[in-house]
């Protein structure tokens, strides 16, 4: 790339991410998973109460998430998308919270097929006891698990599946 200043701000993203991903790594208990959130800006209030009681209950997880207000195919997304891409290497497990719009995301689908693509495991959880009758494409196409949010059952799940890639 040429050295023009058009870059700068997208250098300054990358490099923030950067830095963030790596303090949650450094600052990780080893007992604890770590857990990339995946979900639809909108749906920020179900997943902060979901981060809230993993911080307020007595449990192994550590919640490691990042949530994208840029759009999909912005000039910088590129960037962002290298960011996030460590985020999730750094993950044991990947966890998209879905809802009724989720499967309109197309940055939780990339996040998704990313985590995929890097061999985590990913599990969906949702609201209630039903799950969303429009869930994401990725879904059915890779027979992702989803589960009700429920503490001890999504506990179980992403102890499971982080224990399928050790």
């Not at 790339?1 to 991410?17: A, E, P, Q």
């Not at 044991?92 to 693509?117: F, L, Q």
């Amino acid at each position: 790339m040429g050295g023009g200043g058009s870059n700068n701000y997208d250098t300054r993203i990358i490099d923030r991410l950067s830095k963030v991903a790596q303090d949650s790594f450094n600052n990780a208990q080893p007992e604890k998973r770590n857990v990339f959130i995946s979900f639809d800006s909108r749906d920020i209030q179900e997943v902060n109460l979901l981060r809230g009681q993993a911080k307020n209950e007595d449990n192994d997880l550590e919640f490691n998430d990042y949530s994208l207000k840029e759009p999909f195919d912005s000039e910088r997304a590129e960037y962002i998308k290298s960011g996030i891409r460590e985020r999730i290497r750094q993950a044991s497990v990947t966890v998209i919270y879905v809802s009724d719009v989720t499967h309109e995301s197309k940055w939780v689908d990339w996040e998704a097929r990313e985590s995929m693509a890097q061999g985590k495991c990913v599990i969906c959880v949702h609201k209630g006891d039903v799950p969303p009758t429009n869930l994401p494409a990725f879904v059915k196409e890779f027979g992702v698990k989803v589960i009700p949010w429920k503490h001890q059952e999504l506990k179980a799940a992403i102890e499971q599946a982080a224990q399928k890639r050790n």
